[in-house]
């Protein structure tokens, strides 16, 4: 193995999904069956890199200032289903049983691994919070020790308190431990549709 394709396949294994076999299978037939999709393929992932960014309002990906479901007048803005990772929005959009807006945390709550408020994506859902806009909040994230704990921080200390927000939490149909990632379309529908008060 030369070193060149070694280092890309050094690179491609720090995808996820990609272990030491699957990248070296990818940079062999990129190398080797399809050399001639290189430069478009470089220049999706420039492109890309160079346009995509965080959603101003919910931290969603986009390339405006706001993303698609922020700007669409068809859904309801004021209930915020609340995510840890944009894969969560995407896997909830494919159920096709969520129409109203969202907010990207970018993590959760994890003290054993140094992320704190600080480190996740307050700032915005407060701005939108205070803005009176908003009726409930779903809080879709994984029922686990660490998401539990973000909810309740959450719940504690940002969502203002007083009854003027609804609040309720999925769970229905997700497995213990489990995350929105990872369910399946007919589950997150259940879940949502099975939401409970929380707090």
């Known amino acids: 193995m030369t070193p060149s394709l070694e280092n890309l396949?050094?690179?491609?294994k720090k995808l996820p999904g990609l272990g030491y076999r699957s990248a070296e299978r990818v940079a062999l037939h990129l190398l080797l069956?399809?050399?001639?999709s290189?430069?478009?393929l470089v220049e999706?992932?420039?492109s890309a890199a160079a346009a995509v960014r965080r959603c101003d309002r919910c931290g969603h990906l986009a390339e405006d200032d706001l993303c698609a479901i922020c700007q669409d007048e068809k859904r309801?803005?004021?209930?915020?289903?609340?995510?840890?990772?944009?894969?969560?929005?995407?896997?909830?959009?494919r159920s096709g049983a969520y129409r109203g807006s969202y907010h990207v945390l970018h993590g959760k709550l994890s003290p054993l691994q140094g992320i704190g408020p600080d480190q996740l994506n307050l700032s915005s859902f407060k701005t939108r919070l205070e803005a009176g806009a908003i009726?409930?909040?779903i809080l879709a994230l994984s029922n686990d020790v660490e998401g539990?704990?973000?909810?309740?921080?959450?719940?504690?200390?940002i969502i203002p308190m007083g009854g003027q927000i609804k609040v309720t939490r999925i769970g229905f149909g997700l497995p213990s431990g489990g995350g929105v990632l990872y369910a399946d379309s007919v589950t997150l529908k259940s879940a949502l549709e099975g939401r409970r008060g929380y707090a």
């Open 38 to 40: 290189l430069p478009a």
């Open 9 to 12: 396949q050094h690179a491609l």
């Open 33 to 36: 069956e399809k050399p001639e």
């Open 44 to 46: 999706a992932l420039q």
């Open 76 to 93: 309801e803005p004021s209930v915020v289903c609340v995510v840890e990772n944009v894969p969560d929005v995407v896997a909830l959009e």
């Open 135 to 137: 009726d409930e909040v």
């Open 148 to 157: 539990e704990a973000t909810c309740h921080f959450l719940t504690s200390e």
